[in-house]
């Protein structure tokens, strides 16, 4: 079975500084990592993955996640957060074949201020 | 493509009453996921078909609540009684076989008083 821990419920930061959200995961297989973002009102939005090759990876609005095996973590970085970065980011996990199945951590709350 | 379609998008009615919520998957995904999300539990997924199988049902709270998938383009998340618990968002979820992304629909937000 695999489980995933989000080490924060709620990060503030002040607009253009660096943030790190936490993600922790369980697994005895290997598994797909992903980070989806969900902003006020709306439904999850995929915002990046790793499926394999490079360990770190990029979305197209500056966050980025490194893999890290024997950690097992997936954390998630952004150098310099805007307003419009303020939602709820989900970190989740698949195992290698089998169904579709998405296991989701608890979520993070990160509020940007001006 | 218009993405996942669910309908209503806010329902509210009256503890006893039958809900029944829906879900148009994007056209061409073999699998289809129900999820809750509440404060206290989070983003909970009750059921997921593939192919309009239903393939595990475990996270479905009780026998008020039961899911059917007709046909690909189609599923239904009924809930009968309801209950003020009941209370949540709604999202309804597809992928592709073989593909890692689920695309979420805008949510159902029901309230039962």
């Known amino acids: 079975a695999q489980s995933v821990t989000q080490l924060d419920s709620q990060v503030p930061v002040f607009e253009e500084a660096p943030v790190e959200l936490r993600c922790n995961y369980s697994?005895?297989?290997?598994?797909?990592l992903f980070w989806y973002v969900q902003y006020p009102n709306q439904g999850l939005q995929l915002l990046l993955k790793y499926l394999s090759g490079s360990t770190l990876v990029e979305s197209i609005n500056g966050f980025e996640a490194e893999f890290n095996k024997s950690q097992t973590s997936f954390h998630l970085r952004k150098p310099s957060v805007h307003i419009s970065d303020t939602a709820e980011y989900f970190c989740?996990?698949?195992?290698?074949?089998?169904?579709?199945?998405?296991?989701f951590g608890a979520g993070t709350r990160l509020a940007v201020h001006p | 493509d218009a993405g996942v379609i669910q309908s209503p998008r806010h329902e509210v009615t009256e503890m006893g009453q039958e809900v029944t919520l829906r879900c148009k998957p994007i056209?061409?995904?073999?699998?289809l996921f129900w999820y809750r999300q509440t404060m206290m539990r989070g983003l909970e997924l009750l059921i997921y078909f593939n192919n309009n199988v239903p393939i595990d049902d475990s996270g479905m709270p009780e026998d008020r609540f039961s899911a059917k998938m007709p046909n690909a383009s189609f599923s239904t998340l009924k809930i009968q009684p309801s209950e003020p618990r009941d209370s949540a968002v709604y999202f309804c979820a597809s992928s592709r076989q073989g593909a890692d992304e689920q695309y979420f629909g805008p949510g159902t937000r029901l309230t039962v008083t």
């Open positions: 697994s005895s297989v290997s598994v797909y």
């Open positions: 989740a996990v698949r195992p290698l074949g089998g169904y579709n199945k998405l296991i």
């Open positions: 056209s061409g995904h073999d699998y």
